[in-house]
């Protein structure tokens, strides 16, 4: 079966500007994540959606951080303004269900660089 | 709120050398545990897993992982490594009570030497 798939894979902007991930999750998984990875350290859960409503997005910036699942399919993060600190890979997760049992799959990841 | 503490963030072994990964994580109710590792180039994925039943799990390619409830740990562990188990080792703990929410240790970044 096909994996998680992001784009882009890479992204460089300024601070203050705009930028847009996208993941598509494993055909018929439920629930979605969006981890963020500072180098150096592990994934952080930013949010997480089952179908398209959100379950937890406690640790989402939200004065610049939003992410939308609106299908319950593919999902989007979006950072706007940039700032330097958000320089990390942004990793999408799938699973089928949200259970605690349940393995989640990574994508390869969005690596953003903010100069 | 659970975290994950990893010992090493760097470890150099040659191969054929035997390998343990320290992983202690502080929560006080049942968890699930979990090794991830990441390949040069590629992207995350499971190693193996601990929900309940025999402490000693068997994950992929020779791996295997010990839950001393005790100890809170969860180590990592690998009798003979290859220089193909160059890669990032990441532990994760999900609390029962808290979804499928995977909280990531820092990570260790093991290189073997051929």
């Known amino acids: 079966e096909a994996g998680v798939a992001q784009s882009p894979r890479y992204k460089i902007i300024e601070k203050r500007q705009s930028v847009a991930f996208w993941c598509n999750p494993i055909?018929?998984?439920?629930?979605l994540y969006w981890y963020q990875q500072i180098l150096g350290q592990g994934p952080k859960l930013l949010i997480q959606?089952?179908?398209?409503?959100?379950?937890?997005d406690s640790q989402l910036p939200k004065d610049r951080f939003s992410a939308e699942r609106l299908k319950g399919v593919d999902s989007t993060l979006k950072i706007q303004p940039a700032k330097l600190e958000d320089s990390a890979v942004y990793l999408c997760?799938?699973?089928?269900?949200?259970?605690?049992?349940?393995?989640?799959?990574f994508g390869p990841g969005t690596r953003l660089l903010v100069l | 709120a659970q975290s994950v503490s990893q010992h090493n963030h760097h470890v150099i072994l040659s191969e054929a050398a035997s390998l343990e990964l320290g992983c202690n994580y502080s929560y006080g109710g049942t968890v699930n545990l979990f090794w991830y590792v990441q390949y040069p180039g590629q992207h995350l994925q499971l190693l193996l897993k601990?929900?309940?039943?025999?402490?000693l799990v068997k994950g992929i390619k020779g791996f295997e992982a010990e839950f001393i409830k005790s100890k809170f740990s969860f180590n990592l562990r690998k009798p003979s490594v290859q220089w193909s188990d160059t890669a990032e080792y990441f532990c994760?703990?999900?609390?029962?009570?808290?979804?499928?929410?995977?909280?990531f240790g820092g990570g260790t970044r093991l290189m073997v030497k051929p």
């Open positions: 997760a799938s699973s089928r269900t949200g259970t605690y049992q349940e393995t989640q799959y």
């Open positions: 994760a703990v999900n609390a029962r009570n808290a979804g499928n929410m995977l909280t």
């Open positions: 055909s018929g998984h439920a629930t």
């Open positions: 959606f089952q179908n398209n409503g959100v379950v937890d």
């Open positions: 601990y929900f309940s039943g025999d402490p």
